[in-house]
């Protein structure tokens, strides 16, 4: 035990934050974590967006339905991002359609998020809270041009840091042997007849958070997670590919 | 600056490993870390598997070309999961394609590797090192196959720590402008032009990393790099339609 690992074991997701700006010094050592990241083949296939333009935190606000991207906070938003790489090999006279296969935008992307994680941990050490955004997909046609993204570059996530204005309780993670296995994948059919005891766990959580909201068991949750998809989510992989990622 | 900060900025990948095993207790709170990452709409869409067997650390060092994986540390696979929720959904009556669909992919890929970098960042901040193994992905259907992955599962990214046994310098990471903007995607074409002295940085680390060996250019890697993809790559999206996944 640490205070990094204590840090990580109380992380809560913060979604109101006092209106207290974060200092640009602070900025700059996030993005100094965020780079020191680790990189697939150190090609460094991701870059960092700062929205500091109001009109763009109102745009992306009502795109993610979540009006408190508008308010309190610096918003980033990590993109995979190819382009410049491409722009490299191209200016070295190699022109090539690797950047079109999946396994590119999935490099790009997995810089993007170890990087994301990276600043999240760096920022709660400090005292700061933040959100992930996955909404910035649920509209990421119109989130990239917002952002005048070009080809070979997309979102992958936003994450909104500032100063914590709420203390969230600590949300229950699933029982350690449903999510954990060793040398090989289980038949988990048993396992998932024994989640009743972490559904009581979970509505316990969410009546102790708010007792006059709907309170769901884990199972139900995931069931009418299943049975709903965001229209805009199913347009990622349309927009993807007209973006030139994931051709093959 | 504190000791989580500094730990981050002092990140090294570590491949060579001291034949000192990690303790339960450690491996235990590494799991606990990675199940307080932050998840997408709260569905844990990834698992985690540890490779303890010595036959299948042998295969996946063979698979990925990679001989420490085989050696001494602890090796974690993160693995986009979906294959649990859809059998609670499926518990509760609900039949559904919407697994199949980019974006239920795409959140149980963040999901994993958010997770994987909070493991890795405390693993670092009690001294141990480690690596992530893209090249459990160069022959995707191979490592499935070995660990017994049913449909809506795939590996995400591999992790091996352990006790360092090497002292690696800093690599050192592109220049700020090059790769942090703010509210818009600029014309690189002008920064690209300026990557001489990052060029120059990037050949002096290699050269102190290792005399006798090739020192190339972080422009050149890339153009290399643009040059040749790994063909087990190219059958991954083959491999994840083919596993339930990204089929629209």
Same mark, same amino acid.
């Given at each position: !035990?640490?205070?990094?690992?204590?840090?990580?074991?109380?992380?809560? @997701?913060?979604? $109101?934050?006092?209106?207290?700006?974060?200092?640009? %010094?602070?900025?700059?050592?996030?993005?100094?974590?965020? +780079?020191?990241?680790? @990189?697939?083949?150190?090609? +460094?296939?991701?870059?960092?967006?700062?929205? $500091?333009?109001?009109?763009?935190?109102?745009?992306?606000?009502?795109?993610?339905?979540?009006?408190?991207?508008?308010?309190?906070?610096?918003?980033?938003?990590?993109?995979?991002?190819?382009?410049?790489?491409? !722009?490299?090999?191209?200016?070295? *006279?190699?022109? @090539?359609?690797?950047?079109?296969?999946?396994?590119?935008?999935?490099? &790009?992307?997995?810089?993007?998020?170890?990087?994301?994680?990276?600043?999240?941990?760096? #920022?709660?050490?400090?005292?700061?809270? *933040?959100?992930?955004?996955? =909404?910035?997909?649920?509209?990421?046609?119109?989130?990239?041009?917002?952002?005048?993204?070009?080809?070979?570059?997309?979102?992958?996530?936003?994450?909104?840091?500032?100063?914590?204005?709420?203390?969230?309780?600590?949300?229950?993670?699933?029982?350690?042997?449903?999510?954990?296995? %060793?040398?090989?994948?289980?038949?988990?059919?048993?396992?998932?007849?024994?989640?009743?005891?972490?559904?009581?766990?979970?509505? @316990?959580?969410?009546?102790?958070?708010?007792?006059?909201?709907?309170?769901?068991?884990?199972?139900?949750?995931?069931?009418? &997670? #299943? +049975?709903? =998809?965001?229209?805009?989510?199913?347009?990622?992989? %349309?927009?993807? +590919?007209?973006?030139?990622?994931?051709? $093959?």
């Amino acid at each position: !035990m640490n205070d990094t690992i204590n840090t990580q074991l109380n992380h809560k @997701t913060i979604r $109101k934050f006092k209106d207290q700006s974060i200092s640009p %010094e602070i900025i700059d050592t996030l993005l100094d974590v965020a +780079q020191q990241a680790s @990189t697939s083949s150190f090609m +460094q296939s991701y870059s960092i967006m700062s929205i $500091k333009d109001q009109a763009k935190k109102d745009k992306l606000a009502e795109i993610g339905n979540q009006s408190y991207i508008a308010g309190p906070g610096h918003l980033f938003v990590f993109l995979v991002d190819q382009h410049r790489n491409q !722009m490299i090999a191209k200016a070295q *006279g190699v022109e @090539t359609d690797v950047f079109s296969g999946f396994d590119r935008f999935f490099v &790009g992307a997995s810089d993007a998020l170890l990087a994301a994680q990276n600043v999240l941990v760096a #920022a709660e050490s400090m005292g700061l809270g *933040g959100v992930f955004l996955g =909404s910035i997909l649920n509209q990421i046609d119109e989130v990239s041009t917002l952002l005048n993204l070009p080809q070979y570059v997309a979102p992958c996530v936003g994450l909104l840091i500032g100063y914590p204005d709420q203390t969230p309780q600590l949300k229950p993670r699933l029982p350690r042997k449903v999510i954990h296995f %060793e040398d090989t994948y289980p038949d988990i059919t048993d396992i998932l007849n024994d989640l009743t005891e972490y559904d009581e766990v979970v509505q @316990t959580y969410y009546d102790l958070r708010n007792a006059n909201q709907r309170v769901d068991k884990f199972t139900t949750q995931i069931a009418n &997670g #299943a +049975q709903r =998809s965001h229209p805009g989510r199913a347009r990622m992989l %349309e927009f993807l +590919q007209a973006q030139g990622f994931i051709k $093959k």
